[in-house]
């Protein structure tokens, strides 16, 4: 039988969609042999074929793509799609499978026509999206099973809403609900503390001492403390300052039955240290907290306001660090190299210069500090003063660096040693180089011992912790951290077999350098990945532990994670994380609880654990870029900071 051949039927709609043609269907030449009245009823079946999509075309520099409805590929139901360079093929039932009811997703409205489509040179829709998320998601419209095990659910999820699939969206929220978007916040959100006056500004600065808390605005500071029942009450407001507040520190002195709380501020080189005792309790002031305020309601407003125990000290120059160091009050100004020490029995103002600095740390009753021309200068508050002949400091110089490198980061470990102390050091300088040195007790008097030098990092090292167990440290490139196990024996760091390596990973946005926490702790890291996002990983390896949202538009401006909140409950103390507000509000998490399901997973059997994104192994993954917002600067340091001179 002769055969028959037909043009194919052609469309051409218009961008604005205000006029479509169809051209009719012409028919071939016809043999010899067939009716015409056979070949008007195909070439009319032809012609009644709906305009569902609408073809790309290609000019000769394969450079040009049309925007149009979908693409004219309707042969046995077969869809070409390219999702971000990679080609799927599949059926137009399975791609509808994702509508649900009148609803249709993404993929139907292309289909259909009623989205605009965009088309790659060989006439597939092109999608710019993950092509191995939009894998798994194809596999589900396929066989309606669901496969997680090389991708997170969270990032599945925020695809299959793009795509508007609403049996996948819904079970995906099993597996990672989204608890970012709650209102109300997460598991580890535990409430806020509104600012007394709204007028008072922002959060600039966070400290924190057994159960209070106290908070700096631009120009005043108010002090919480939190109450058995688990809301905070308001325990004192201070002046109006007309200068803006840059450090804050607070401390807790307890003898028996009493005990004396001491708020200190600086205001450029003045230091305003401003005494509560238990009986000051102010009036609240006109302008009433919010409704939502973690408050109770303790004190009279009867009671009046006094300023009276306000004491003004200063340095020569501006202060960089404030804390108190076994309530001793000791301010440092890093780049004129001052050092200011108030006693706690005496109450005796000591300011001496001892050159330009670039670390400091304390332990117990001993101040060292490291300066740029490689020394470790010690003070010894015990015998605080004992240079009769000028009433300065006695500030002693404990180690020298073998090649005067600038000392950038230093840390203090006081060890048990048969009931004696031994006191281990570790420090970094300018080039990278890592050491540590301790002193025994049988070596008082002397210099102390150079015990290891790493010399891994290729720049200055921005920060050093030494503990226990570990050793870490951070240079400036790309925050690139480096941790090792530290080997002891009867308590006394061991050289054989010496330190083991532990990690070596980058912790990109990584805020005030770290790691918080004391010596006996988990020590971790504090990334920013946005203006309303707090990420912590543990310091020795890196891993993720929790990461935060924070509840309401206002970004954040601080944050302060202390050692230990002394709240005791069941559990013993908690750690608590507060960040603080552009409105002036302060937010509570409660990282306890992050830390114990961390340390429950950590007794399953070895799996291999990858970095949480954003926190990057070297030679495992590539590095997640996380930026610091402009507006998180100047954050509370932690309790035991470390200077570096690029921080």
Known sequence: MASTSASTASAAVSVDGQ??????????????GLK???????????????????SCQSTASRATTTVAAASALLSDSIITLNVGGVLFMTSRATLERGNSGDQESFLGALLSGRLPALCDE?????????????????????????????????????????????????????????????????????GTIPPLNVEDGPVVCLSSANALLAVAHEHVVTCWKYSDCGSWRWLARSQIFEESISCLALNVQSGGSTSETTVALS?????????????????????????DMLLSSEGSDDDERDHQDMVTLGLKAPIDQLSFVNNNLVAVSFSKGDVGVRNARTLLWQVQTVGPLGAFDASSNQLLFGTTSGKILLVDLQKFPLRLKDNDL????????????????????????????CMEIAYGTETGTVRVVQQLPETIGQAPQLYQTYRVHQSAIRSVSLSQNHLI????????????????????????????????????GAVDGGPFGEADQLLLFVQCPSSDTLA????????????????????ISRFHLPSGFAVRGASGVRRYLFTGHEDGAVQVWDIFTAIEGFMADSYRPPQNIEPSAGVTRTKSISRLSLSTPHNMVGYASRRRPTRSSNA
């Open 19 to 32: 006029q479509v043609q169809h051209h009719a269907v012409t028919a071939a030449k016809e043999q010899s």
């Open 36 to 54: 015409t009245g056979v070949t008007q009823r195909a070439a009319a079946a032809v012609s009644h074929v709906p305009p569902v999509a609408v």
């Open 122 to 190: 060989n006439g597939a829709l092109f999608i710019d999206r993950d092509p191995h998320l939009f894998s798994v998601i194809l596999n589900y419209l396929r066989s309606s099973y669901l496969r997680l095990n090389d991708v997170e659910p969270a990032e599945l999820l925020h695809e299959a809403k793009f795509y508007g699939i609403a049996s996948l969206i819904a079970e995906l929220e099993i597996h990672a609900p989204n608890a970012e978007a709650c209102a109300c916040g997460g598991m580890l959100y535990d």
């Open 267 to 291: 205001l450029g080189p003045r230091v305003i240290v401003w005494s509560l005792g238990r009986r000051t309790i102010h009036r609240r002031p006109t302008s009433p907290p919010g409704p």
């Open 394 to 421: 006695l500030v002693n110089t404990l180690y020298k660096d073998p090649n005067a490198e600038a000392i950038t980061a230093l840390s203090v470990f006081m060890s048990s040693l048969g009931g004696e102390r």
């Open 473 to 508: 440290s951070m240079c400036s490139t790309d925050n690139h951290v480096r941790s090792w196990r530290v080997a002891r024996f009867r308590g006394r760091i061991s050289i054989q077999p010496g330190s083991q390596s532990l990690g070596s990973f980058a912790v990109p």
């Open 536 to 555: 912590l990983c543990t310091a020795a390896t890196g891993e993720r532990l929790t990461m935060i949202t924070t509840v309401g538009p206002s970004p």
